[in-house]
């Protein structure tokens, strides 16, 4: 019989592609890029999208009216990570789940500003509700991550 070291198997998933993104996605990273929160508004339900969608989640109605956010944002939830992972900072490293003030939509993204160093204090300086502030990358190329990471505002 194998033991269980014998079955075990390392995976590495690193898919690069490259995609459309369509009228909609392209003028939210061009804001992204100027350093504009842009978001955009549902017809019907008058909810605000960021990030911008072209149709409602919602109610499946078009969103084509743009509206500038002011980067005030919110800390829905939390995890703190310690193990290295693609596309976060060396660890320890905090996720957020965020969301701009206005938006029906939450999303992702690296919290910053925080001493991660001793994790029994991490609380101390976190919580579910706290305002946060966007801290931008000197140079940006018109995605998500040209927000380098949020920190407490």
């Given at each position: 019989?194998?033991?269980?070291e014998d079955q075990k198997v390392d995976y590495s998933w690193n898919i690069p592609y490259?995609?459309?993104?369509?009228?909609?996605?392209?003028?939210?990273?061009?804001?992204?890029k100027d350093k504009k929160i842009m978001g955009n508004t549902c017809k019907s339900c008058?909810?605000?999208?960021?990030?911008?969608?072209?149709?409602?989640?919602?109610c499946y109605e078009a969103c084509d009216e743009w509206v500038e956010l002011d980067g005030?944002?919110?800390?829905?939830?939390?995890?703190?990570?310690?193990?290295?992972?693609?596309?976060?900072?060396?660890?320890?490293?905090?996720?957020?789940?965020?969301?701009?003030?206005?938006?029906?939509?939450?999303?992702?993204?690296?919290?910053?500003?925080?001493?991660?160093?001793?994790?029994?204090?991490?609380?101390?300086?976190?919580?579910?509700?706290?305002?946060?502030?966007?801290?931008?990358?000197?140079?940006?190329?018109?995605?998500?991550?040209?927000?380098?990471?949020?920190?407490?505002?």
């Amino acid at each position: 019989m194998a033991s269980i070291e014998d079955q075990k198997v390392d995976y590495s998933w690193n898919i690069p592609y490259s995609a459309v993104v369509g009228e909609t996605y392209a003028l939210f990273m061009k804001g992204m890029k100027d350093k504009k929160i842009m978001g955009n508004t549902c017809k019907s339900c008058k909810g605000v999208h960021f990030p911008a969608k072209p149709f409602c989640d919602k109610c499946y109605e078009a969103c084509d009216e743009w509206v500038e956010l002011d980067g005030s944002a919110t800390l829905v939830t939390y995890a703190v990570c310690y193990i290295p992972m693609p596309h976060l900072p060396k660890p320890p490293s905090i996720t957020g789940i965020i969301n701009f003030n206005g938006s029906i939509l939450n999303f992702v993204h690296n919290v910053g500003g925080i001493d991660v160093s001793d994790p029994t204090k991490v609380e101390e300086q976190l919580t579910v509700g706290m305002k946060l502030k966007p801290v931008w990358k000197d140079v940006r190329e018109g995605d998500m991550f040209d927000i380098d990471y949020f920190e407490p505002a």
